[in-house]
């Protein structure tokens, strides 16, 4: 059964930092490009940013470039999101999600597998 | 402001029919990029719906239903279920001059009457 467990959410204040992880299992992880979507409070998906298979190809929405940084060990089966100078609108539920693909070139051919989430708010 | 867009809110009757469109453009649906849906029921994670235009996975009723034609997606729901009230997102990839990523509607939220 794949699962895709996400940690390392909380209280931050702005401008600081935040490392989220995804423990991941029940699949064979270095097949598969995995991605991080957020959702804040009400709001639609949003995707944060995405990695291939051996971490060649990795891709950012505008909203978070420069500030946050993904990347995966595909030995310890986990992917991770850097998130560093946090701002009030980054607060958000953080969704890791497994592509269908093992690139970046499309959203994969079969859909994605979501996570469960973890909060992160950015508040002082 | 969604790339791909969708209706805040659709409603019906339970036993009617539903459609959701996902307009998107040249660049993304029209551009051939496969688009997938996804249910989102309250306080849970997205599930995928439909996938490659009009696949279902094992598992989801085939009261779901999805079609693409030129720049345009839809999902259309039948003999609609108090259970089916939720929040849908298409999914689908754009690539453009300015870059290339993923993308999502805005979402619609389903209310059964």
């Known amino acids: 059964e794949v699962q895709l467990v996400e940690s390392g959410g909380g209280l931050v204040q702005p401008g600081r930092s935040l490392r989220l992880s995804c423990a991941a299992s029940?699949?064979?992880?270095?097949?598969?490009?995995m991605h991080w979507v957020r959702q804040a409070p009400g709001k639609g998906l949003e995707w944060v940013s995405g990695?291939?298979?051996?971490?060649?190809?990795?891709g950012y929405a505008d909203s978070v470039k420069g500030r946050f940084t993904i990347s995966r060990d595909n030995a310890k089966n986990s992917l991770y999101l850097q998130m560093n100078s946090l701002r009030a609108e980054d607060t958000a539920l953080y969704y890791c999600?497994?592509?269908?693909?093992?690139?970046?070139?499309?959203?994969?051919?079969?859909?994605?597998?979501w996570g469960q989430g973890t909060l992160v708010t950015v508040s002082s | 402001q969604s790339v791909l867009t969708q209706p805040p809110s659709v409603s019906g009757a339970p036993g009617q029919r539903v459609t959701i469109s996902c307009t998107g453009s040249?660049?993304?649906?029209?551009?051939?990029?496969?688009v997938h849906w996804y249910q989102q029921l309250p306080g849970t994670a997205p599930k995928l719906l439909i996938y490659?235009?009009?696949n279902r996975p094992s598992g989801v009723p085939d009261r779901f239903s999805g079609s693409k034609s030129g720049t345009s997606a839809s999902l259309a729901i039948t003999g609609l279920q108090a259970e089916d009230e939720a929040d849908y997102y298409c999914?689908?990839?754009?690539?453009?001059?300015?870059?290339?990523?993923?993308?999502f509607g805005g979402g619609t939220k389903l209310t059964v009457l």
């Open positions: 490659g235009n009009s």
């Open positions: 040249s660049s993304n649906i029209g551009a051939g990029y496969d």
């Open positions: 999914q689908s990839y754009d690539s453009s001059l300015s870059g290339s990523h993923v993308v």
């Open positions: 999600a497994k592509d269908s693909g093992m690139g970046l070139a499309a959203a994969g051919t079969s859909g994605w597998f």
């Open positions: 990695i291939s298979w051996n971490s060649g190809s990795i």
């Open positions: 029940g699949f064979t992880f270095d097949d598969y490009a």
